[in-house]
């Protein structure tokens, strides 16, 4: 009894990698609290309206603007977008206001304006005429004269008008005025505002930061700002702006899958007042077909997998029928129930999303990630000594373990102080762990479901180590990126591959396949691989370039699984082990068994990929790869079964037909 005691405890502690894997994960769990507990402080999200989605129901069900809002209220709607107002939009009458030359004003308006200004300005220029009726009157021009400075403002009879000192050309897809009409109705109902600015030119970056400023201080319910363009708006001087969503209290909104030119540098600049937003306009609705039961899937996809806290949601562009109101209120309710379901906190009347409060991960971030990389790559330099029989993969001395140690300390302190060691040591972490990962799953092909378990509680390990070095809010927002995703893909597909031609695991050394002719059907699947592998890493956060039959699919396996798991998981990676354990026990295939070694890397550098999606919650990114094993299990087995009981007494019947 005392002897196995005793060797209970070499194994426990001097394993080689057993303290280094210890200590990795308790270090990984200490430096992921503050992640783990803003993820759970900060799960709630707003659903907005677009304003002018509100004047259209309106318009169709015979109901006011307010009953209108007040069912969507009801509904789940916490806010309101309101945008600012191209010269495109004022000129076709988006606004109750004239927009156009000056000379189309009227002989009287024209008469009463008091300007020291004439000639081809008064009659070709661009003027604004607001009637007297409208309370927000002189805010309008208020802000026009702050916003094109040389412009000229002057009451009249009947109003107020401005002639303003840009051109047309200038004017026509830029800002020219807010939508006041939504601005004052969120005002009375006391509603937070989504604030959309429109693009301007760069010439006019301070004319957009004051005359916003004066905004902000009229409408104190605008909560967020959002702008809108190819261009962000300050471009390419951003700092103004940043520094005025900061003083002023409000939040930046982050668009998801945005291309617009400056908006990182433009988040950078308003960092920690940020806030992710998912929305779908009508024009991508319409020329991409999305259903509405597709679009609350991804509403609920974009919170509970990158922790979207804003989601823009419309009325459907397809929708005809008398009853747009209700279906509307249906489709609300209904997600947000579905949001509720998942655990997230949708915000009533009147609530609002708060940015995440920033924090900076300590030296205990890095030296988890060190302890983990010491540990994979220490198992892996002790698989390629000519010694490996001999060591057992697993012993090692205490003083062989201290020096471990202390050399991942050394690193850790390294990676603690320069950014760019942190980046590398994440990345050759992330890679070494999944491949260290795989060749554990394919040493235990006697017992595939073990050896599968092994693998996947390495690559757990491994991935909370490195998602401990980078989760602080600047990831976590992605302002900054990981730049050891695709080398986690690559890397584990190298090492296995020269493990295995190096120890003969493969039948032929990597000279002797060499100086060989070439077998075509190595060639095939050569070829194959390598186009996998291609198309993996092209795609991978190209989410646009996923055929539409892949998203079905998703979508069924997240309406059964709530968490998806990855398809290299469920379909390639698990089953290759199995089909690998198949091989190996009745010695099939001897030649061709490479590629399915290879294939069961995919698990492991997904299992560890996922952990690198730092805006994914980490409960989500747990329950999804649990569920990635088991399923992926589950699936080896019946293709396993499936083999057995079919293809192989299919293949021998048919070659034995050929044969004779």
Request: hydrophobic share 45%; glycine share 8%.
């Amino acid at each position: 009894m005392k002897t196995v005691i005793r060797d209970v405890r070499s194994r426990l502690f001097f394993s080689g990698t057993g303290v280094l894997l210890g200590v990795a994960f308790v270090f990984s769990l200490i430096a992921l609290w503050p992640r783990w507990r803003a993820e759970t402080e900060y799960r709630d999200v707003a659903i907005v309206a677009d304003y002018s989605d509100i004047v259209g129901l309106s318009a169709m069900s015979g109901r006011s603007r307010a009953e209108v809002f007040d069912l969507l209220r009801k509904s789940g709607v916490s806010g309101l977008m309101v945008s600012e107002k191209t010269g495109q939009e004022l000129s076709t009458g988006a606004a109750p206001l004239f927009f156009g030359p000056a000379s189309s004003l009227s002989p009287e308006i024209r008469k009463g304006l008091k300007t020291p200004v004439s000639g081809p300005r008064i009659e070709n220029g661009p003027a604004v005429f607001i009637d007297k009726g409208k309370a927000y009157s002189q805010k309008a021009m208020t802000f026009l004269l702050s916003r094109f400075q040389g412009s000229f403002v002057s009451p009249v009879p009947g109003g107020v008008c401005g002639l303003l000192s840009r051109s047309w050309d200038q004017l026509f897809l830029s800002g020219v005025l807010p939508d006041y009409d939504g601005l004052e109705f969120a005002k009375e109902l006391n509603v937070p505002v989504l604030y959309r600015i429109c693009p301007a030119p760069p010439s006019d970056g301070a004319g957009v930061v004051s005359s916003l400023s004066g905004v902000l201080r009229e409408y104190p319910n605008i909560r967020c700002l959002s702008p809108t363009g190819e261009i962000a708006v300050g471009y390419p001087d951003f700092k103004p702006l940043g520094e005025l969503v900061k003083q002023s209290g409000t939040t930046l909104a982050m668009v998801e899958f945005s291309r617009q030119i400056g908006a990182p540098q433009l988040s950078w600049s308003a960092y920690p007042s940020l806030l992710p937003l998912h929305s779908v306009t009508h024009e991508e609705i319409l020329s991409r077909n999305i259903g509405r039961q597709v679009l609350e899937e991804r509403m609920v996809r974009a919170v509970k997998e990158r922790s979207v806290r804003l989601l823009v949601f419309r009325p459907s562009a397809m929708n005809y029928s008398p009853s747009v109101l209700d279906t509307f209120v249906r489709e609300l309710k209904s997600l947000s129930s579905s949001l509720s379901e998942r655990s997230v906190r949708v915000l009533g009347p009147s609530g609002w999303p708060e940015p995440v409060r920033p924090w900076r991960n300590g030296l205990l971030a890095s030296i988890a990630c060190s302890f983990a990389f010491a540990a994979a790559a220490f198992r892996l330099w002790i698989r390629w000594r000519p010694d490996e029989a001999k060591t057992g993969n697993r012993s090692v001395s205490a003083p062989v373990l201290l020096l471990l140690g202390g050399a991942a300390l050394l690193v850790a302190f390294l990676s603690w102080n320069i950014s760019f060691a942190a980046r590398l040591l994440g990345a050759l972490t992330a890679g070494l762990v999944a491949a260290e990962a795989s060749l554990l799953a394919l040493d235990g092909w006697e017992r595939p479901v073990l050896g599968s378990l092994k693998g996947f509680l390495f690559a757990v390990v491994g991935g909370l180590a490195v998602a401990a070095l980078f989760s602080e809010p600047t990831y976590m927002l992605r302002l900054r990126s990981f730049s050891g995703v695709k080398l986690t893909l690559l890397l584990p597909l190298m090492i296995v591959l020269l493990y295995d031609l190096k120890k003969r695991v493969h039948p032929e050394s990597l000279g002797q396949i060499i100086e060989r002719p070439p077998v075509w059907g190595e060639l095939m699947l050569l070829g194959m691989l390598l186009l996998g592998a291609a198309i993996m890493v092209f795609r991978s956060d190209n989410v646009q370039f996923v055929p539409d039959f892949e998203v079905r699919l998703r979508d069924a396996l997240e309406r059964f699984l709530v968490a998806r798991p990855r398809n290299k998981e469920l379909f390639v990676g698990y089953p290759a082990l199995f089909l690998f354990s198949l091989c190996m026990k009745d010695q099939l295939w001897q030649r061709y068994r490479e590629i399915l070694r290879l294939a069961v890397t995919l698990a492991f550098s997904s299992v560890v990929n996922s952990f690198c999606h730092f805006h994914t919650p980490l409960s989500f990114i747990l329950f999804r790869e649990f569920n990635g094993w088991w399923s992926g299990v589950l699936m080896g087995v019946a293709i396993l079964f499936l083999c057995r009981l079919v293809v192989i007494p299919l293949w021998a019947r048919f070659r034995g037909a050929l044969m004779g």
